[in-house]
């Protein structure tokens, strides 16, 4: 399979110890979404931290299904989400995104950091597993950035110690994630974590972004006994379908789906990722109010 240097997702893992990496960086995927919605350069720009995110998070939780990602803000931005579904031996890992915002208040700030585009609000992570109890994380977006909150999330769900380094710029997004993984009885390098995590932390937002992969990897773990994976390939897409877009009209729930075929006489959806329509009639409205619910959600 060809590789583009870009828009591939780097694994690696250190000798001797139970500390564990990722690194991705994305272009076309990034781009591909940028070209479906004109995002004002703040939106653009956390979004390909949270691409870039999500490309992290599923190949670390390594879910057979669908993992979303939503920022919920009460700010200018008012939701972020990117969806992802990992790839296979030869297929790569799919990804997409979109965000809500006030346009009007996205041009009159000052200032573009995390805090002041969120607001007040939730990082919710979803998983939802072709086979099996869809399962739901959320943390409040109080850390100041989307990686703090992240990591936030992996110690309260998770409880490993994860560290994440996001950048973007418009163009290219881009993430580093190391995680520290339960001990095991083997005599293991105790320092090593520390010494990863200070070693991450000299990465500049430019050189995640510009540099090659390797050459990433060569500037921070060079004294280190990295073992580094093959690489593997990520590409925008979209697993929408009419069975996903009636089971989500399933969960309206009857009330709110019988108002709307009152009103417009069938039930119209839109696929926001990648614009695909889908058209219910009156009678399959019934049909879905009708069916029964396969599972309900998990919170926490
Ligand atoms: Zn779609």
């Not at 799919?94 to 607001?119: K, N």
Request: charged share 25%.
């Amino acid at each position: 399979m060809q590789l583009s240097q870009l828009d591939r997702l780097q694994r690696f893992m250190f000798d001797d110890t139970r500390v564990r990496g990722e690194l991705t960086q994305l272009h076309d995927a990034y781009r591909e979404v940028l070209n479906r919605h004109d995002y004002p350069a703040p939106v653009a720009r956390l979004l390909g931290e949270l691409m870039a995110a999500s490309a992290l998070l599923t190949a670390t939780i390594k879910l057979d299904g669908i993992m979303s990602l939503e920022l919920r803000g009460e700010g200018p931005i008012s939701l972020l989400m990117a969806e992802s579904n990992p790839g296979a031996e030869g297929v790569a890992q799919q990804l997409r995104a979109i965000a809500r915002y006030d346009q009007e208040q996205i041009e009159r700030l000052q200032e573009s950091d995390f805090s002041t585009l969120l607001g007040n609000g939730q990082l919710v992570i979803t998983l939802d597993p072709a086979h099996g109890q869809r399962y739901q994380g959320i943390v409040a977006l109080d850390k100041g950035s989307l990686a703090a909150c992240l990591e936030d999330y992996f110690e309260r769900s998770e409880q490993l110690p994860t560290r994440l380094w996001l950048a973007s710029d418009g163009e290219r997004a881009a993430g580093l994630l190391v995680q520290q993984l339960p001990e095991d009885e083997r005599q293991l390098d105790q320092d090593a974590w520390e010494r990863i995590v200070a070693l991450s932390d000299t990465i500049s937002d430019e050189e995640l972004l510009q540099l090659a992969p390797e050459e990433v990897l060569h500037r921070l773990f060079h004294e280190e006994q990295a073992r580094v994976f093959e690489p593997s390939a990520i590409a925008f897409g979209c697993t929408c379908s009419r069975e996903r877009f009636a089971l989500a009209l399933h969960r309206l729930g009857a009330d709110e789906l019988r108002s709307i075929v009152a009103e417009e006489g069938k039930v119209d959806a839109q696929c926001h990722f990648c614009n695909t329509h889908y058209e219910f009639s009156a009678a399959d409205a019934e049909s879905l109010i009708e069916r029964p619910d396969e599972s309900s959600p998990t919170l926490h």
